[in-house]
């Protein structure tokens, strides 16, 4: 695994979670099984920046490992979409782990997301959040690969 010296390569990534609040109990549209304390759907991902190339290029695998009162917390996703949706009561930090291709030769990296369930910002986002129904919270990620291997380095750069 060859490495190409003096040479960087950076890739953006869009870490973020979206909230909606669930119907309440005994609505109809609540969806059956949800537990009586759950008042929030959301989804956490990570995706690429819209017009970029496909993440999957280099990136192999995203676990979520999610709060450890959830059956299975750490969520495996081994192809796009890379998100994982549940539902609950409460925000937390989301450990957001990223395996890159075989090819690379990288080891993992870790990043992690606050899980917001709840309206923040400015007055006026808050009144979008209002409006929408939607708490959205995004961040914009860099991955560099510092001296990557001869095969990554052909891979990104032919995109
Ligand atoms: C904390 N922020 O750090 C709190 C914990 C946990 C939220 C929030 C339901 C989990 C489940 C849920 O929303 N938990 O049903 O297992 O202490």
Do not use: M
């Not at 953006?12 to 109990?25: D, K, T």
């Not at 539902?87 to 930090?93: A, E, M």
């Not at 450990?95 to 006026?124: I, N, T």
């Not at 510092?146 to 990104?156: G, S």
């Amino acid at each position: 695994n060859k490495r190409v010296k003096n040479r960087r390569i950076c890739r953006n990534i869009i870490i973020g979670s979206e909230a909606w609040a669930l119907p309440p109990i005994g609505h109809p549209d609540r969806p059956k099984g949800v537990p009586e304390d759950h008042t929030k759907r959301w989804t956490v991902y990570v995706r690429q920046p819209d017009g970029d190339p496909a993440l999957t290029t280099w990136l192999n695998k995203v676990q979520f490992k999610i709060f450890n009162t959830y059956e299975n917390p750490l969520r495996t996703c081994e192809s796009p979409p890379f998100e994982v949706s549940e539902t609950g009561w409460g925000g937390f930090n989301i450990d957001v782990r990223l395996h890159f291709q075989p090819l690379s030769g990288e080891k993992a990296q870790y990043r992690q997301h606050f899980l917001q369930l709840e309206k923040y910002g400015s007055d006026e986002q808050q009144a979008k959040q209002e409006a929408t129904g939607c708490v959205r919270a995004e961040f914009l990620e860099v991955v560099q690969f510092n001296e990557p291997t001869e095969a990554l380095y052909e891979a990104l750069t032919a995109e």
